[in-house]
């Protein structure tokens, strides 16, 4: 069974930093690309970053520069570094691997 916990969401102060975690169980992790999603209230779920099994990366414009994705295939765990948070990256932040499976989210929160 596949399971996928995201910690490390919180309250945080505009210029802050987070780093959130994914830890996978249940799947061959490193032979899988790893998304983070995002999703606000009243919003739909966007797409924030991606990397993939061979460590190639990509983010959504509106984080570029900001956050950093990245992954320790020994852990099984994937991260999303995000620093100089705003209070429209405030949402509930999901992990996706191999495509169809997520995580349960995990809340930031962004104060002004």
């Known amino acids: 069974q596949v399971q996928l916990v995201e910690s490390g969401g919180g309250l945080v102060q505009a210029g802050g930093s987070r780093r959130l975690s994914c830890a996978a169980s249940g799947i061959s992790f490193s032979i899988n690309t790893i998304k983070w999603y995002r999703q606000a209230p009243g919003k739909q779920r966007e797409w924030v970053a991606t990397?993939?099994?061979?460590?190639?990366?990509n983010y959504a414009d509106s984080v570029k520069g900001r956050f950093t994705i990245s992954r320790d295939n020994a852990k099984n765990t994937g991260y999303l570094q995000m620093n100089s948070l705003k209070p429209e990256d405030t949402a509930v932040y999901y992990c996706?691997?191999?495509?169809?499976?997520w995580g349960q989210g995990t809340q930031v929160t962004v104060s002004s």
């Open positions: 990397i993939t099994s061979g460590g190639s990366t």
């Open positions: 996706n691997v191999a495509i169809i499976y």
